[in-house]
């Protein structure tokens, strides 16, 4: 593997290290649209099937809705996420909790309305979040950051889970 950091040398004979950019590559970004595109869409299905197949069957209202019920299962679980999905030390996984939060509670506003929720809950995010996975998977960002991406795809994994099972099941 190529070192990073090469030393140059300064006008007072001290040696500073310069950062190289290194190329991604295709496995870096593979394994990053794994972990940050297709298992927060993925989990967001899950879930979102289990709620429109076990709750919302006894449910009078329809609120909360499947994607309401996986916001709240992954808000749970979501430090545990957090080490999985990031990898990052556990003492910023508030960081992470916090971006998905906000995320969650933007988009469940969004989805009390009945007429324009999938609009602004469903159609929108999805598109917003097929840009941001293009656009983010080469760069590294901050744990809020990571939140706000998965809870988006968490929404979009979740209305689509819970539509599917409608139907299918």
């Known amino acids: 593997m190529a070192e990073d950091h090469e ?13 190289l950019d290194h190329e991604v590559t295709q496995g870096e970004i593979f394994r990053d649209m794994l972990r940050h595109m297709m ?3 993925l989990i967001g299905m899950i879930f979102g099937s ?5 709750v919302m069957p006894r449910m009078e209202w329809l609120v909360p809705n499947p994607v309401h019920g996986s916001f709240a299962i992954y808000l749970l679980i979501s430090p545990l996420m957090y ?9 910023r996984a508030s960081e992470y909790t916090m971006g998905f939060a906000v995320t969650a509670c933007v988009l469940s506003m969004a989805w009390m309305f009945q007429g324009a929720s999938v ?10 979040w ?8 080469q760069f590294d960002f901050p744990p809020f950051r990571y939140g706000l991406w998965h809870g988006i795809g968490v929404n979009v ?3 689509g889970g819970s539509v599917l099972s ?4």
């Open 157 to 159: 994994g979740a209305f």
């Open 7 to 19: 030393p140059s040398p300064t006008a007072g004979g001290a040696e500073t290290e310069i950062a």
């Open 83 to 91: 080490k999985l999905l990031v990898g990052n030390e556990m003492s």
């Open 50 to 54: 289990i709620w429109q197949l076990n």
């Open 130 to 137: 097929l840009w941001i996975s293009s656009y983010w998977l």
């Open 119 to 128: 609009y602004c809950g469903a159609y929108i995010p999805a598109i917003a």
């Open 166 to 169: 409608f139907i299918y099941i």
């Open 39 to 41: 298992a927060p869409f």
